[in-house]
RNA sequence: GCGCCAUUAGCUCAGCUGGUAGAGCAACUGACUCUUAAUCAGUGGGUCGAAGGUUCGAGCCCUUCAUGGCGCACCA
């Protein structure tokens, strides 16, 4: 099976037989590394003068060889550090040892610390180690790894060759921290909810459906984890959050992936417009933390975070841009101003959702700086409360930037009663045909029945709010291993 | 689902009007003890995404398929 090989990669195997031969363990058992290539740049005075012994291990990715010498660099977790193997300080056995080393190969080297004449910081090697051999040869160092397909696919790859890569993805985790760190110090607390769920809320959206063996039940993946905080509210628990992957099964484009991440939190006597300014401080924390800036380099422009962000009820902002005023309309009405406006409604059900068609189609492309758009049609707002002033709107809002929706929250709806009307709608929508309205929820209608303290809750699109921050085209830039179809591999036993 | 584009050496890419495939890096051999896209000399490396078709002859033209990218549609 192996004759086939390429030289490229024969010779490496050769090379992992040869070390072998040598007595020589070409995958090592571990490494004592005692120093990060950073550490040294960043404490090279000390190390220098104090003539320390450092060992560093990383990934070999360059040689320049000179005969009897060679400089080389590593890549370790906090970037390169040169090396230099000189013949007659490491000794001819160890020099005939780091001929057998490729690029690619993880290493040892043990040694001082020196500034070469270009001025280089560089550890000069007194003994090497051969931690792991790399069989398959990296990606030429010039050019790097272009080809999105494979760095998509093998993003390992992707992380050896593009820094800047390991650097947005810490970026996410940085976000990640922020917000964690913004909701502990506000009284939230972090919990976990179920991600298989006998029936699935929470949102609009056809689910993935699997089957549970040992009750012999179907579970749905989870495609919001709503309902089940609000039990916790129920429950007394005043403010939770939750880090929440969820499930939708429905197209891939650049700003939808089947499984994505979301945070949703809920706190207890807040209304929609405390969580509005509870929304804008937290997205002014995490940009001044993230990027330690309030503006954003964004492809659709500079984008200013600093709050307070407009506020403006979504049959204004209509109203506002195109002039056509859905106020006082019912649905057929609705209709018709929608296709006088070239909006085509055709397969919407309802008031809210022809109303919604032609927001989201003449004014949210627009909406580039921070917008709350507040006060949506009651009837696309199952699960939010009807507003205190505007009959037939609900206490919603939806946070805009950038062109896309970076939040969703509302004045939660706790009245059993209505709560049930909402849920029985649904079931009419879901009769019409619509396979993206949720099934009613017994068990969560029954929770309500206890009392639900007044509650605002908000949720909002991490890969989004990655997007934003780091001003990323395409969501499979800031997950590490974004869904694909399965390469084919020869034969298809299938069929 | 629709349209456009891409798929050639391990990687990044050329390849004209159809005439049996090329560069840089990587690899291999040799020289070289402060280089950094090291340098110099030499060598090897390909099922041109897959399958059909047209042709004396196909990387190139035609058809179908596969995968990916971008855009549109869909999508809370």
Redesign the pocket.
């Known amino acids: 099976m192996n004759e086939q090989r390429?030289?490229?990669?024969q010779?490496?195997y050769d090379?992992m037989d040869k070390l072998r031969e040598d007595g020589i363990e070409p995958f090592a058992y571990s490494y004592n590394q005692t120093h990060h290539s950073a550490d040294i740049i960043g404490n090279f005075e000390s190390l220098s003068e104090s003539e320390e012994k450092v060992s560093v291990a990383g990934r070999l990715l360059?040689?320049?060889?000179?005969?009897?010498?060679a400089?080389?660099?590593i890549l370790d977790r906090k970037g390169k550090i040169?090396i230099?193997v000189?013949?007659?300080?490491v000794g001819d056995e160890q020099y005939e040892l780091f001929?057998l080393f490729?690029?690619g190969d993880f290493i040892g080297i043990e040694g001082t610390v020196?500034?070469?004449?270009?001025?280089?910081i560089?550890v000069?090697a007194e003994s090497l180690t051969m931690l792991a051999k790399s069989l398959?040869?990296?990606?030429?160092?010039?050019?790097?790894?272009?080809?999105?397909?494979?760095r998509?696919?093998q993003r390992y790859l992707d992380l050896i060759?593009n820094q800047e890569v390991v650097e947005l993805f810490r970026k996410r985790t940085e976000i990640y921290k922020a917000i964690r760190e913004f909701l502990d110090s506000h009284g939230f607390v972090e919990v976990e909810t179920p991600i298989l769920q006998p029936i699935y809320g929470g949102?609009?959206?056809r689910p993935f459906l699997t089957h549970f063996n040992a009750l012999d039940m179907d579970v749905y993946l989870r495609i919001a984890d709503e309902l089940y905080l609000k039990r916790l509210i129920v429950g007394g628990m005043e403010r939770v959050y939750e880090f929440c992957k969820d499930f939708?099964n429905?197209?891939?484009?650049?700003?939808?992936n089947p499984e994505f991440s979301m945070v949703e939190l809920y706190c207890a006597y807040w209304d929609y417009k405390d969580m509005m300014d509870f929304y804008e401080k937290m997205m002014e924390n995490i940009a001044q933390k993230v990027n330690g800036s309030y503006e954003v380099e964004h492809e659709k422009g500079k984008i200013n975070l600093k709050g307070p962000y407009k506020r403006i009820p979504m049959l204004d902002a209509i109203a506002e841009k195109t002039g056509v005023d859905f106020a006082g309309t019912d649905y057929e009405k609705a209709r018709e101003l929608a296709k006088e406006a070239g909006v085509?409604v055709e397969?919407k059900r309802n008031w809210?959702?022809v109303v919604?068609?032609v927001f989201?189609?003449k004014v949210q492309p627009d909406l580039i700086q921070p917008t709350f758009i507040t006060d949506?049609p009651a009837d696309?707002?199952?699960?939010a409360r009807p507003h205190r002033e505007k009959p037939g709107y609900s206490e919603r809002f939806?946070i805009y930037i950038a062109g896309e929706?970076l939040g969703?929250a509302f004045s939660e709806l706790n009245d059993p009663v209505v709560q049930r009307q909402k849920f029985e709608e649904l079931q009419t929508l879901r009769q019409k045909g619509d396979d993206?309205a949720p099934p009613l929820d017994e068990d969560f209608l029954h929770a309500l029945e206890y009392g639900m303290p007044p509650t605002a809750g908000l949720g909002f699109g991490l890969d989004r709010m990655v997007m934003l921050l780091t001003n990323s085209?395409?969501i499979?830039?800031v997950i590490f291993f974004?869904m694909?179809?399965?390469?084919?591999s020869g034969e298809d036993p299938e069929e």
């Not at 429905?250 to 939808?256: A, I, K, M, W, Y």
Request: charged content about 35%; overall charge negative.
């Open positions: 390429p030289d490229i990669i010779h490496r090379k360059s040689i320049r060889g000179h005969g009897k010498s400089f080389a660099h040169q230099y000189k013949k007659n300080v001929q490729d690029i020196f500034k070469t004449r270009t001025g280089e560089t000069n398959y040869p990296l990606p030429e160092k010039w050019h790097g790894l272009a080809d999105k397909e494979i998509y696919r060759a949102g609009f959206a939708r429905e197209g891939l484009d650049r700003s939808h085509d397969n809210g959702q919604e068609e989201g189609e949506f696309i707002s199952p699960l939806e929706e969703n993206e085209h395409s499979r830039d974004p694909m179809r399965p390469e084919v």
